[in-house]
Structures are given as structure tokens and as C-alpha cells.
């Protein structure tokens, strides 16, 4: 069967960039596929974490995948620490991975530019990553284009290991979204939106109030001429806007552009602001239902660990008896 695997940081507030690119897509797998969704807490050690707060961030991540329509009894949704043979299997792999692959991960040099001192996990993160990949004998990874070189090393791992140790892993593929998987900057419609800019302005939270996220939709950069049409190199502005309301309203870019033709910048963003509202409100809602039970919260992701870690301690045994481990 079709088995998905993805996770999300619990760093900074999830943006709608990570609903439309991640969050989304993953409840539309969850019913075609065995799927497994982390929150990757282990990886947020690999820069500075206030302790309160991560484990603050941990939950409500974990959270939020609820409240976004992923089902428990569909899914597997659990915080990656709660698995050990994650930290183990990241060892293991790492015993077979090589520095010029890693010197060659694009994102390492992004998160490293400029720091005086950087930790040896931000250096090492993408062979955790492969093993987070490797556990669950995951056949498909929805990532981003910013991703894909990280599934390609796991890949590459995957490869090496079997040739080396026989037929141990299975080589998973990325399941790359064509469209939506990139949303970009209110302010600078020519990056994408982050959950760590500094502007604020930049990107709306997935908890965030509907008046607040109104004023910002309202200011989004555009241009002079006045004329929607998608034109991402031209008009990268109003493209984004056409993507969001596609991406919100299920409707084709082609139908989003048509809607709006003759209609000025104001009208879209109006309606774009509605639509947004509706579906946050429900997302929403869900989330602070959620809140007044911490203890289904905790059941959950006690009872996905658990399911985890049945298959991840599988795969663990399959590794050491293929590397010529002891076990007892």
C-alpha cells in the first residue's frame, strides 16, 4: 500500500503557506494512503529553543494537523520524540552517509550564512530527516521544491545502504504538489512567504484573527496597472493573490481569473479575505475545541506513538542485523 510520511517543525506560527503546501494535502492523502505525519521537535534542536516554548509549539503543532481535517483513526500523527529509534536510526545512517553530501545541502548553507556558531545537528539534520523517511518504509514524501534535494540524499542513502548490506530499505519518491506548493510573501511577492520573516506583514498565521489578517490581505503589494492576470514574472503580486483564492475556494486558476476579469485589485482581495475568513474559522474552531481537551490530545499522539514505533523498532532490528549488530 502507499504509505506517506511528512512532518513540520514546531518553530514560529504555521502559515497559511504551510496549510496550502503541507497541511491540506495531507488530508486529502490520508485517504488514499497509509500516512504518517510528525511533528519533528528533534530537529528544532538544531538552532536555540527556549524549553517552555518548544514544548508549548510541540502541542499546539500537533494540534493544528486536527484542526485541519487529518484524522487519527486514518493517520498516524505523532511528535518525533516520542519514537526513540528516530535519534537511533539517525546514527546508524549517518555511519553511512558522506560530508561532501552534505556540504552540498543548499538549505545548511542558507541557515548557516552569517553565524559565528553552528550547531554539528544543523549540519547533520538531513540524514535525521532520511531516517525519519526510512522508518516507516515510506513509498511517497509531499514536500516542496525546496525539499526535493533532501529526499534525493535519502535516496541516495537508501541506495548505498542495500548495495552495501542487501535489501533493506525501500526508496521512497517525492510527491512534489504543482501547484500551491509554493505561496509566496504578501510583501515580497517574489519570495516565498516564511514563518520566520521578520515582517510581519509578510504572512498570515493559520491562528491568526480575521481582522488582523484583513488588513494585511488589503495592503498586499500588487502593482500600477490594474488589469488580474496570472503572470508570475510580471505581475507576481496578483498572481499570488489568484493562487490563494484558487487554492481556498477549490476553484481552477483558469475559473479564478475569469471571475475576476473586469473586477479591480480591491474587489479581489475583498473576496479573497472572505473566503480566507470562512475557511480559518473552521480550521479555527476546531483548534480551540481542541484546547478544552488536552487530554484527547495527549491519548492521540500516545496512541500513534505507539504505532509508530512498532513499525519504526522493526526497521531499527532490520538495520542492525544488517550491519552486524548484536541483539539480545
Not at 236 to 254: C, Q, V, W
Amino acid at each position: 500500500m502507499k504509505r506517506v510520511f511528512s512532518g513540520v517543525q514546531p518553530s514560529g506560527n504555521l502559515t497559511i503557506g504551510n496549510y496550502l503546501g503541507a497541511l491540506k494535502q495531507f488530508v486529502e492523502l490520508q485517504n488514499e494512503a497509509d500516512a504518517f505525519y510528525c511533528v519533528v521537535d528533534l530537529h528544532a534542536l538544531t538552532v536555540q529553543q527556549d524549553p517552555e516554548e518548544l514544548r508549548k509549539r510541540s502541542r499546539e503543532i500537533a494540534q493544528i494537523y486536527l484542526a485541519c481535517g487529518v484524522d487519527p483513526v486514518k493517520s498516524t500523527v505523532f511528535i518525533q520524540s516520542h519514537v526513540r529509534e528516530h535519534a537511533e536510526l539517525g546514527w546508524l545512517l549517518q555511519c553511512v552517509s558522506y560530508m561532501g553530501e552534505l556540504n552540498r545541502m543548499t538549505q545548511f548553507k542558507d541557515k548557516a550564512e552569517g553565524k559565528a556558531n553552528v550547531t554539528v545537528g544543523l549540519y547533520t539534520y538531513p540524514v535525521l530527516m532520511a531516517a525519519d523517511i526510512l522508518l516507516y518504509d515510506t513509498t511517497h514524501v509531499p514536500v516542496g521544491d525546496d525539499q526535493k534535494q533532501h529526499i534525493e540524499l535519502t535516496r541516495d542513502i537508501a541506495e548505498r545502504f542495500n548495495n552495501r548490506f542487501g535489501e533493506t530499505f525501500v526508496i521512497p519518491n517525492p510527491q512534489i504538489q504543482k501547484f500551491g506548493a509554493r505561496i509566496m510573501s504578501l510583501t515580497e511577492p517574489n519570495k516565498k512567504m516564511s514563518k520566520s520573516a521578520e515582517n510581519e506583514k509578510s504572512r498570515i498565521a493559520i491562528l491568526e484573527d480575521p481582522a488582523t489578517f484583513k488588513k494585511k490581505i488589503m495592503s498586499a503589494v500588487t502593482d500600477t496597472d490594474n488589469e488580474i492576470r496570472f503572470d508570475e514574472e510580471n505581475k507576481p503580486g496578483i498572481s499570488n493573490l489568484l493562487s490563494l483564492y484558487s487554492l481556498f475556494t477549490g476553484d481552477s486558476l483558469d475559473a479564478t481569473v475569469a471571475r475576476f476579469q473586469g473586477e479591480g485589485y480591491g474587489t479581489l482581495k475583498k473576496q479573497l479575505v472572505e473566503v480566507m475568513t470562512d475557511k480559518l474559522g473552521t480550521i479555527q474552531a476546531r483548534y480551540h475545541e481542541l484546547s478544552q481537551d488536552p487530554a484527547e490530545l495527549d491519548r492521540i499522539l500516545a496512541t500513534s506513538a505507539e504505532r509508530a514505533r512498532t513499525i519504526a523498532e522493526q526497521t531499527v532490528n532490520r538495520v542492525k542485523d544488517a550491519m552486524g549488530l548484536v541483539r539480545l
